[in-house]
C-alpha cells in the first residue's frame, strides 16, 4: 500500500507566475485535502476534493483552484503568485463520505513553495 | 469559527522526563481531533485520534485526553526521548477539514 506522494517537493517562482502542485492519493482513499503552512504556523485548510467535486473550501482567494481526477489524484493551482504564498503545501488523502468529517487524514511530505 | 491553541509554543526538556503539552479549541462541536508530530521540513505524522466520544488514547509512550466540554486536549510523552524532538500539532477535526494549532516544538536534550 502506497502512501500520498506530493511533487515537486521544492520550486522556485516570481511573483505574478502560475504554480501546479501535484498529490497522489493513498491506494483506496478518494477524499484529498489541501493545506498550506506558513512558516512558523499550523497548516490552514484550502479545499477538500471528493469523488471529483469540490467538498468545502477555506478562506483562499479563487486564485487557488484545484481538480480531481478520476484516479483520486488532485492538483492544485496557483494563478498570480505573490510573496505571501510561500510555504509548505500538504495533501492529505482519506476514505470518506460527504461531510463525515471523521476520517483519517494521511499526509504527504509536501511540496515546499519559495516566491521571489 | 474554531480556533485551536497550544502552549506551550517551546519546550526543552532532558532525556528521560515526562512531559505534557496542551492543547485548547473554542468550539467544542468536534468530529473528533488527533495529535500530529512534525519533524523540520516534512508533512505530518499522525501520532493518536481521538473521536469525540472517547475521552483518552493511547500508543506506546503517548497518551492523548480529551474534554470536549472544557476544550481541552493534552499529549503526554513519557519517558522522553532525543528523537522525540519535532514539532507536536494538535488538531481540531471539523465536517471538511481540520482546525490546527500553531504547534509546540519540542527539544529533548540528551
Known amino acids: 500500500e502506497t502512501g500520498v506522494t506530493q511533487s515537486p517537493t521544492h520550486l522556485i517562482k516570481t511573483r505574478g507566475q502560475q504554480v501546479t502542485l501535484r498529490c497522489s492519493s493513498q491506494s483506496g482513499h478518494n477524499t484529498v485535502s489541501w493545506y498550506q503552512q506558513a512558516l512558523g504556523q499550523g497548516p490552514q485548510f484550502i479545499f477538500q476534493?471528493?469523488?471529483?467535486?469540490?467538498?468545502g473550501r477555506g478562506n483562499f482567494p479563487p486564485r487557488f483552484s484545484g481538480l480531481q481526477f478520476p484516479n483520486y489524484s488532485s492538483e492544485l493551482n496557483v494563478n498570480a503568485l505573490e510573496l505571501d504564498d510561500s510555504a509548505l503545501y500538504l495533501c492529505?488523502?482519506?476514505?470518506?463520505?460527504?461531510?463525515?468529517?471523521?476520517?483519517?487524514?494521511?499526509f504527504g511530505a509536501g511540496s515546499r513553495l519559495t516566491v521571489l | 469559527k474554531q480556533e485551536v491553541t497550544q502552549i506551550p509554543a517551546a519546550l526543552s526538556v532532558p532525556e528521560g522526563e515526562n512531559l505534557v503539552l496542551n492543547c485548547s479549541f473554542t468550539?467544542?462541536?468536534?468530529?473528533?481531533l488527533q495529535w500530529f508530530r512534525q519533524d523540520p521540513g516534512k508533512g505530518l505524522t499522525s501520532l493518536l485520534l481521538i473521536q469525540s466520544s472517547q475521552r483518552e488514547q493511547t500508543s506506546g509512550r503517548l497518551n492523548a485526553s480529551l474534554d470536549k466540554s472544557s476544550g481541552r486536549s493534552t499529549l503526554y510523552i513519557a519517558a522522553s526521548q532525543p528523537g522525540d524532538s519535532a514539532t507536536y500539532l494538535c488538531a481540531v477535526v471539523g465536517a471538511n477539514n481540520l482546525f490546527f494549532g500553531t504547534g509546540t516544538r519540542l527539544t529533548v536534550i540528551p
Open positions: 476534493y471528493y469523488r471529483e467535486e469540490e467538498n
Open positions: 492529505a488523502s482519506s476514505l470518506g463520505h460527504r461531510g463525515s468529517g471523521a476520517n483519517v487524514l494521511t
Open positions: 468550539d467544542s462541536a468536534i468530529y473528533n
